[in-house]
């Protein structure tokens, strides 16, 4: 069975600094990108970044850009995003999903991970 | 970048009743565009990706239509289990925008 588990949510100060885990399961971790999706409180749905396969090339969206770096390491089938200054507005579910569509320029994400929280408040 | 747009923002509508819901990009984008569910306090889920694939194991009630710029997103007969927002999101090149969603009642 496909599974995505995130870790590393929690609370932590405007400014401060958080890296999010996510643990793949039940399929070629190499062969897929992989990408993070927000959801602020009451909110929609916001894709935040996306890396390849191979993880050399990743997107990400302006709202992050600068702030926020995304990495993998094959090895261990996990993903992470490092986010950095965080702000206010950065709060949120953050959901880690598998890309399926062959290219990291055109993909839909087929499989969720649960989310985990990232709440940013003094 | 492109922006998606859908409507209505929400709408209310009887067990059994056909639902229609439109998403619109601002650029044409092909056929690149999917649909998601996300049901109250649950995590999204894929429903239909090439604007009318229908994703394995999703009930045939649901279907997509369009391509370029106009998007259609129809549940033929409305189940109680339907309530839930549905976003779509286009997926042609980053960034990957998702549209603001519509939120499906039962009447």
């Known amino acids: 069975e496909v599974q995505l588990l995130e870790s590393g949510g929690g609370l932590v100060q405007p400014g401060g600094s958080l890296r999010l885990s996510c643990a793949a399961s039940g399929f070629t971790f190499s062969s897929y990108a992989m990408s993070w999706i927000r959801q602020a409180p009451g909110k929609g749905l916001e894709w935040v970044s996306v890396?390849?396969?191979?993880?050399?090339?990743?997107y990400y969206a302006d709202s992050v850009k600068g702030r926020f770096t995304m990495s993998r390491d094959n090895s261990k089938n996990t993903f992470y995003l490092q986010m950095n200054s965080l702000r206010a507005e950065d709060t949120a579910v953050y959901y880690c999903?598998?890309?399926?569509?062959?290219?990291?320029?055109?993909?839909?994400?087929?499989?969720w991970g649960k989310g985990t929280t990232v709440t940013v408040s003094s | 970048d492109t922006q998606m747009t859908q409507s209505p923002s929400s709408l209310s509508a009887s067990v059994g009743d056909r639902v229609t819901i439109t998403c619109r990009a601002s650029?044409?984008?092909?056929?690149?565009l999917a649909w998601y569910q996300q049901k109250p306090g649950k995590v999204p889920k894929l429903l239909i990706y090439a604007a009318s694939t229908l994703q394995s194991g999703v009930p045939s009630r649901f279907s997509g239509t369009g391509s370029g710029t106009d998007f259609t997103l129809t549940i033929s007969s409305l189940q109680p289990e339907d309530v839930a927002t549905y976003y779509c999101q286009k997926y042609s090149i980053a960034p990957l925008t998702f549209g603001p969603g519509t939120k499906v009642a039962i009447k």
């Open positions: 650029q044409g984008i092909s056929n690149y």
């Open positions: 890396i390849s396969a191979s993880g050399d090339i990743t």
């Open positions: 999903a598998k890309g399926e569509g062959g290219s990291i320029n055109y993909y839909y994400m087929d499989v």
